[in-house]
């Protein structure tokens, strides 16, 4: 039986849906427990955060999973700025992984955001899970963080071709990834009880966001 797949804007009537959703995505994934779904929580008030691609996907209109874009910057060495995007979390529920559901959700947000005029993303994240979208190393469009380091994880995708002229940049993310975890802790605790505990995942992740490219 065909699945109807529907990808809309969230509304508020989501907001707990969605946070359940990221956390049992993201619990012990990273790190024993998660804080994504606090992320959530404090993102969407954020003025760098961006209704206009904060998304949901549908399948037989129950939602499986979300996207979340902000504001980001590259700035150039004599200063001049460009606004950029980056997205995260985005998630999908483990039971509809590996269906395609991330690819659906991924493509249709490139195309609401080359929409809304922008051309290019900065993600951290796995490379497994991106080169094949279309993202490649910072390295490879001179992008990098302050000290010129180039994080193995941090990852580049153009929405227009050749938007970026081999300029230097320096990327800066929005302050909201900065939380405060003793408050994403307290928020977490009234939430049904998960069990903390390691997976393999999280030393794939200590690598993949400790590497640095020379």
Same mark, same amino acid.
């Given at each position: 039986?065909?699945?109807?797949?529907?990808i809309?804007?969230e509304?508020e009537?989501d907001?707990?849906?969605v946070?359940e959703?990221?956390?049992?995505?993201?619990w012990?994934l990273?790190?024993?427990?998660?804080?994504?779904?606090?992320?959530?929580?404090v993102m969407r008030?954020?003025?760098?955060?961006?209704?206009?691609?904060?998304?949901?996907i549908?399948?037989d209109?129950q939602?499986?999973g979300?996207?979340?874009?902000t504001?980001?910057k590259?700035i150039?060495?004599s200063?001049?700025e460009?606004?950029?995007l980056t997205?995260?979390?985005?998630c999908?529920?483990p039971e509809y992984?590996?269906?395609? $559901?991330?690819?659906?959700?991924l493509e249709y947000s490139?195309e609401q /955001? %080359?929409?809304l &005029?922008y051309?290019?993303i900065v993600?951290?994240?796995?490379?497994?899970n991106y080169?094949?979208?279309?993202f490649?190393?910072?390295?490879?469009?001179n992008?990098?963080?302050?000290?010129?380091i $180039?994080?193995s994880?941090m990852?580049?995708?153009e929405?227009?071709p /050749? %938007?970026?002229? &081999?300029?230097k940049?320096?990327?800066?993310?929005?302050p909201?990834?900065?939380i405060d975890e003793?408050e994403?802790?307290r928020f977490?605790?009234?939430?049904e009880?998960?069990?903390k505990?390691y997976?393999?995942s999280q030393e794939?992740?200590f690598?993949h966001?400790?590497?640095?490219?020379?």
């Amino acid at each position: 039986m065909n699945k109807i797949i529907k990808i809309r804007n969230e509304e508020e009537a989501d907001y707990q849906r969605v946070e359940e959703i990221t956390r049992k995505s993201f619990w012990n994934l990273y790190i024993p427990g998660c804080n994504e779904h606090y992320l959530v929580h404090v993102m969407r008030a954020h003025e760098d955060f961006l209704s206009e691609l904060d998304l949901v996907i549908e399948v037989d209109n129950q939602i499986i999973g979300n996207i979340m874009y902000t504001k980001a910057k590259l700035i150039d060495e004599s200063g001049a700025e460009k606004d950029i995007l980056t997205f995260g979390p985005i998630c999908i529920l483990p039971e509809y992984q590996r269906e395609g $559901y991330g690819k659906i959700l991924l493509e249709y947000s490139f195309e609401q /955001a %080359v929409a809304l &005029g922008y051309d290019v993303i900065v993600i951290f994240g796995n490379p497994n899970n991106y080169v094949s979208r279309g993202f490649k190393s910072c390295k490879k469009y001179n992008i990098c963080l302050e000290n010129d380091i $180039y994080p193995s994880a941090m990852m580049v995708k153009e929405l227009k071709p /050749a %938007v970026l002229d &081999g300029r230097k940049w320096v990327y800066r993310q929005s302050p909201v990834f900065e939380i405060d975890e003793q408050e994403a802790e307290r928020f977490d605790a009234v939430l049904e009880r998960l069990e903390k505990k390691y997976q393999p995942s999280q030393e794939e992740f200590f690598i993949h966001s400790h590497s640095m490219i020379q």
